[in-house]
């Protein structure tokens, strides 16, 4: 079962596929993190950074 690794919450499958990394690690959910601000945050605990 997916879930955040941050908070722990479960997050669905399709989530998962759309906010999470290579290895379908989801680091931000809407348990955790403000709705708009979930990629951001993502980025930044998982230590990466965007890409100009």
């Known amino acids: 079962m997916p879930h955040c690794t941050h908070c722990d919450g479960h997050v669905s499958q399709r989530f998962t596929t ?5 290895n379908s690690r989801v680091f931000a959910c809407p348990n955790c993190s403000a709705n708009d601000g979930i990629v ?13």
Request: charged share 35%; glycine share 12%.
């Open 40 to 52: 951001d945050v993502s980025r930044s605990r998982a230590g990466l950074r965007w890409r100009a």
């Open 18 to 22: 759309v906010f999470g990394d290579a």
